[in-house]
């Protein structure tokens, strides 16, 4: 199904759209298990803060790869079938990682749920794009936006919980989310559905619809796709280093416990869920996307600043806030303008997904190594500020994105083919 036949969209669009937002979750679950329970971590296994984020900054390592390996199979696979084989790699490399007992184990569990992540994004865009008509994108897109700040949220507000319940073993927290994930992979593995041109769904075996080889390189040749990917990398760069650290840090200078400073951080992702909301609402019923990109991701600068140099709890909360407006705001804006680049088709918008991502998250994966490295040696405050700076370079390349909504002037229409 494609922009021409959305009109007859049936009703099952949204169990589909449904079992996205639990896609995206898991995602968010895979990547940052591992984060508010650091500490115990690196005790256990006898490691220092630079392998600790690597824990951590593995994950977008993979994706760095794996985004575009899931874009050209998805095209040769098919969206569902590809996005089972992410789903069920996250869920068996966190389950795993429960039953490891050195570092070197444990992190080759971390590359499985990279690839799962990585593979899943270029099919969760194309499902997105070809069971929806164009104006349901927006709308679409903000629940899209808000789904991964709603795992980033139970990541730092349930898994202190577990690790607690569990009589303090990391190990087990592993397992037990890795079970909720396996949860979301059988869902989707029994429920998910196919987009055709003609507007008959099938299930797994439904071709990803690419005639004519890859679009990697055609997407890779839009300036629009390579200016969100300049954008998410500077996002991701200070968003990583702060979720990953920031307890940390607050434990370490502010004197507060491990559970009261995961519980400030877990403030972000709560705020990035109801920002997302409101600068996708914003860019729907406006028509408009550029007014909630760009000023929206500077509040991600002001919050990080904030939440460094304040020592008051209430100002570092406040500070949270505006890193969370700024982190999510953006999103559901990027997500549409990116549908409607001249051109773009749901497969297209597929291998595009993985490259902006894969592009987003090389600036993930070197955020927390380097800069765990570097504040080894130096501190983690000054190592936070500097890093804070990379949120006004994804300022600026969302500033130079050109306006395609159509509540500014007439833009070419998407294509509605899905070759």
């Excluded at 996250?90 to 971390?110: A, D």
């Excluded at 593995?189 to 080889?213: C, I, Q, S």
């Excluded at 839009?222 to 979720?243: A, Y």
């Excluded at 190592?383 to 006004?392: H, K, M, P, R, Y």
Aim: hydrophobic share 55%; aromatic share 10%.
């Amino acid at each position: 199904m494609t922009g021409t036949n959305a009109s007859r969209a049936p009703s099952y669009r949204w169990l589909i759209e449904a079992l996205l937002v639990l896609l995206l979750i898991a995602q968010a679950i895979a990547w940052l298990a591992p984060a508010p329970l650091l500490s115990p971590i690196i005790n256990r296994l006898h490691i220092g803060l630079g392998e600790g984020g690597l824990l951590v900054s593995i994950v977008p390592a993979c994706v760095v790869i794996f985004s575009l390996v899931g874009g050209v199979v998805s095209e040769r696979l098919g969206a569902v079938r590809t996005g089972i084989i992410g789903a069920w790699a996250m869920s068996i490399g966190l389950v795993l990682s429960g039953y490891t007992h050195t570092y070197l184990m444990l992190l080759l569990c971390r590359v499985l749920q990279g690839l799962g992540y990585g593979v899943l994004l270029a099919p969760i865009a194309t499902l997105a794009m070809g069971w929806f008509q164009p104006r349901e994108w927006p709308y679409v897109n903000i629940a899209n936006s808000i789904a991964p700040f709603a795992g980033v949220t139970i990541v730092f507000a349930v898994m202190p919980l577990v690790y607690l319940a569990t009589g303090r073993q990391w190990t087990t927290s592993m397992i037990y989310a890795g079970y909720a994930l396996g949860v979301i992979a059988i869902l989707f593995t029994a429920l998910g559905l196919e987009p055709r041109a003609d507007g008959v769904h099938g299930g797994a075996g439904g071709h990803g619809g690419a005639a004519a080889g890859s679009s990697m390189g055609e997407v890779m040749r839009m300036r629009g796709v390579r200016l969100v990917g300049l954008s998410l990398f500077g996002s991701l760069w200070t968003f990583q280093i702060f979720t990953a650290f920031l307890p940390l840090y607050l434990h370490a200078s502010n004197g507060m416990s491990l559970q009261e400073a995961d519980g400030i951080v877990a403030i972000l992702p709560l705020t990035a869920a109801f920002a997302a909301a409101g600068g996708g609402f914003g860019a729907a019923v406006t028509g408009l996307r550029r007014p909630f990109m760009w000023p929206l991701q500077l509040l991600m600068f002001f919050g990080a600043l904030g939440a460094v140099t304040f020592h008051d709890p209430a100002m570092i909360r406040l500070s949270m806030v505006a890193f969370g407006a700024g982190t999510s705001g953006p999103l559901s804006g990027i997500l549409t303008t990116m549908m409607e680049l001249p051109g773009m088709t749901p497969v297209k918008m597929g291998s595009a997904y993985g490259v902006v991502w894969a592009i987003g998250f090389a600036g993930a994966s070197v955020s927390p190594f380097l800069g765990g490295a570097v504040a080894s040696k130096i501190g983690l405050a000054p190592v936070l500020i500097v890093f804070a700076g990379f949120a006004l370079l994804a300022t600026l390349a969302l500033y130079l994105l050109p306006e395609t909504g159509p509540g500014r002037r007439p833009v070419e229409a998407p294509a509605v083919s899905r070759v």
